[in-house]
């Protein structure tokens, strides 16, 4: 029972934690995060999501920003100053009597990589049950703004290598490529429950819905890239690219699970009954691989100090698994799962990512903006950085995937090849309602 | 009440919110004891004798309450004694252990005393609130929750007094720290 117990638990703290875990990325650069989050140039998110960006001349993206930053973890000095024995510190484990569940994924939620500043204060508010034989109340006060309304979850393609040769724009190469995406909903009785503090009424279920979904595989991909129009100092830029999709693994899974309470809640020996049901559905690696088609387009301007760009990946990438075995998970005393069917055909899907960027450079003056969906809502980023001298001096603003505002400034000093940076960075990375402040350094080679 | 629901009420609760608060725990045991009638005592007892009735009934307290710590127990009760014939005075006390054997031997969390009764009376009773600070008692997974009416009557013997005494109100407000891991 603890161990159930301990796993409703957890999935409570995944409620209320794993949207902002995605909300904003991680970061390691202090430039960034100085400006919000901001991404300039050719770094980053921009030549990942835009493929014409490939084609864009390296100068015409120098702008200050250096080749190379290397992150100064002064955060994981503190946590291991906070935390010296971490493998046989109590608050991290489960089963110890300290075990500290809001440190441990406030810890996962915001890898102590940089210096917090300022901690997001974790309600303290007291937690207050009405119990009786027939009756069940919890009021969660302040804390219960936690509990999340809508689905949430974590999730997102990645490209993890793409080796490859180009000719005259033309670019073949064979692209290593990941989806993932997690997704946990509160049903509404449940919802009810903590977030309202309804009373709990017997026979009835309180479940929480889970989807979950893992693949990856390679694509053979052939791409262009070039200035279609103008020239090294104003031009038009356009690239695409096909991939053929081979998957060599996934897996998919549909869950339900909460507990059913009893016909008097309190009445019997066991007043909440577990229960899990859903269907899970995977392609092992060594299967018959899914195939599928997709493309990449971007666009980009540049036009004097202006450069725009948009581009969207993954479009009508869906693979089809021929050779898929799905098995039910169900609840008997433990999780069971047992086959249902072997060797069916089922699909995925890869999610449609876009950037959208748009940058102004003036003097020694950087503005810029940023619109990025990488398949599981959109962050905007607004920043700049203005260069004087030795010193720059860098602000921004962000709208993360919760839709709340965070704030970034900073600024740095250049000597030579070498510079050093530092920016602060509202976060809400934590399982509170209030912001957390971040203070990042990196060490810059230009 | 088996309550295992405890835990994972407790252990939920806190994780989702409570941080640093505490869980306070407000408890009807009532609710418990009225469907199996233990919330009655009925007397007859002989006129000019002091005797006591006792019930009792085990309660299972949730595990995370054996790893946190109980800052304070607070039970207030309110009772009834309907007495039907026959005079005397009737003590209820309240009485919390964590063995059955012990139940009755250690002092009582709580108690009232109806007052001198004659004939036919009802006579409400309430009693005080009883609070434990820093209790280890509720740290427990196991615990027993006992009654006891207390009856001395007037005598005659031949002239028993007759009647009931009914709880009206029992609760627990228990408040602990969250270390429910």
């Known amino acids: ?446 | 009440m088996r309550a295992k629901w405890l835990v994972m009420t407790l252990l939920a609760g806190a994780v989702v919110g409570c941080g640093r608060g505490h869980a306070v725990l407000n408890v009807d045991l009532l609710s418990f004891l009225r469907p199996s009638g233990d919330d009655s005592i009925a007397y007859n007892v002989p006129g000019g004798v002091t005797a006591d009735t006792t019930i009792s009934q085990q309660f299972t307290l949730p595990g995370g309450l054996a790893n946190s710590v109980v800052d304070s127990v607070l039970i207030r009760g309110a009772a009834e004694l309907a007495n039907r014939s026959g005079g005397g005075t009737v003590t209820l006390k309240i009485y919390f252990a964590k063995t059955q054997s012990a139940l009755f031997s250690g002092a009582a969390y709580d108690s009232a005393s109806s007052g001198h009764v004659t004939g036919l009376q009802t006579v409400p009773f309430v009693l005080p609130d009883s609070v434990s600070l820093n209790d280890t008692l509720f740290n427990t997974r196991s615990l027993w929750l006992g009654l006891r009416a207390s009856i001395t009557t007037d005598p005659p013997l031949l002239t028993p007094m007759v009647g009931t005494v009914r709880l009206t109100q029992l609760q627990a407000h228990i408040v602990v720290s969250d270390k429910l891991f």
């Open chain 1, 1 to 446: 029972m603890r161990t159930s117990v301990i796993g409703i638990g957890l999935v409570a703290l995944v409620v209320g934690a794993t949207a902002p875990a995605a909300a904003q990325g991680l970061i390691f650069d202090a430039r960034r995060i100085g400006m919000g989050g901001l991404t300039l140039g050719r770094s980053a998110s921009l030549v990942r999501y835009n493929p014409a960006y490939r084609a864009v001349p390296e100068a015409a993206d120098r702008r200050g920003r250096p080749r190379v930053t290397i992150p100064i973890p002064l955060g994981i000095i503190q946590f291991l100053h906070d935390h010296p024995h971490l493998s046989t510190d109590p608050a991290f484990h489960p089963d110890s009597a300290g075990f500290n569940p809001i440190l441990a994924v406030n810890t996962l939620l915001n890898l102590p990589v940089y210096l917090e500043v300022k901690k997001a204060p974790t309600p303290t508010n007291d937690v207050v049950f009405a119990i009786g034989r027939n009756e069940l109340r919890v009021n969660l006060g302040a804390a219960a703004q936690l509990v999340p309304e809508d689905q949430f979850g974590f999730g997102g393609s990645s490209r993890l290598l793409d080796p490859g040769f180009a000719i005259k724009g033309v670019r073949v190469s064979v692209l290593g490529w990941l989806h993932y995406d997690l997704g946990i909903q509160l049903g509404d009785t449940l919802l009810r429950f903590l977030r309202d503090s309804f009373p709990a009424t017997d026979s009835t279920g309180y479940s929480v819905l889970g989807s979950g979904i893992a693949e990856g595989g390679l694509a053979p991909t052939i791409s262009y890239a070039g200035r279609v129009a103008g020239d090294s100092s104003t031009g038009l830029y356009l690239g695409g690219a096909l991939h053929y999709y081979f998957g060599a693994a996934y897996l998919r899974s549909n869950v339900t699970a909460g507990f059913r309470t009893d016909s008097v809640i309190f009445g019997g020996t066991n007043p909440a009954t577990p229960f899990d049901s859903g269907l899970t559905s995977y392609s092992k690696a060594g299967n018959s691989p899914g195939h599928g088609v997709g493309g990449d387009v971007g666009i980009a301007w540049i036009s004097g100090p202006i450069e725009l760009g948009v581009g969207v990946n993954d479009i009508g990438a869906t693979l089809t698994w021929s050779d898929t075995r799905q098995d039910s998970v169900f609840y008997r005393d433990s999780s069971f799962s047992k086959p249902f069917k072997s060797h069916v055909s089922t699909k995925t899907k890869l999610p449609v990512s876009y950037v959208a960027n748009v940058t102004y450079t003036v003097g020694k003056t950087t503005l810029g903006a940023d619109v990025l969906n990488a398949g599981r809502g959109a962050t905007v980023h607004v920043g700049g950085e203005q260069r004087l001298g030795l010193i720059a001096v860098r602000g921004g603003v962000a709208r993360d995937q919760r839709k709340r505002i965070e704030f970034g400034f900073g600024g740095g000093v250049r000597l030579g090849a070498l510079g050093l940076d530092v920016g602060f960075w509202t976060h809400t990375n934590s399982l509170s309602n209030e912001r957390g402040v971040t203070m990042a350094t990196s060490f810059s080679i230009y």
